[in-house]
Nanobody, 121 residues
Framework: QVQLVESGGGLVQPGESLRLSCAAS????????MDWYRQAPGNQRELVAG???????YYADSVKGRFTISRDNAKNTVYLQMNSLKPEDTAVYYC???????????????WGQGTQVTVSS
């Protein structure tokens, strides 16, 4: 019913930047929140940043001041601008969206397939 497609991951050196994108498509009436999570090997998946439909953004303490989340509601797309990347930012980054399929529907959570971000010299 809904697909989330992430892009923009890669290998960068410490201090460099990357921009992740996540586009949602399919049976979408509205999207409440779009979030970025990450999971490093051996660690639990953690919330990195999120943004609600009205534009309210929230961040994990570890990325505040370095990452910026934004959203294009017309394109059902969320972006994560990551600056001053550190080796500890290395992880698979996943997009999550909370979506309604109709006006009377409840929210459903969908996940993307993940994109690898590696920060290494």
């Amino acid at each position: 019913q809904v697909q989330l497609v992430e892009s923009g991951g890669g290998l960068v050196q410490p201090g460099e930047s990357l921009r992740l994108s996540c586009a949602a498509s399919g049976s979408i009436f509205s999207i409440y929140a779009m979030d970025w999570y990450r999971q490093a090997p051996g660690n639990q998946r953690e919330l990195v940043a999120g943004i609600r439909s009205g534009g309210t953004a929230y961040y994990a303490d570890s990325v505040k001041g370095r990452f910026t989340i934004s959203r294009d509601n017309a394109k059902n797309t969320v972006y994560l601008q990551m600056n001053s990347l550190k080796p500890e930012d290395t992880a698979v980054y996943y997009c999550n969206a909370q979506i309604k399929h109709s006006d009377y529907d409840t929210l459903f959570a969908y996940w993307g397939q993940g994109t690898q971000v590696t920060v290494s010299s």
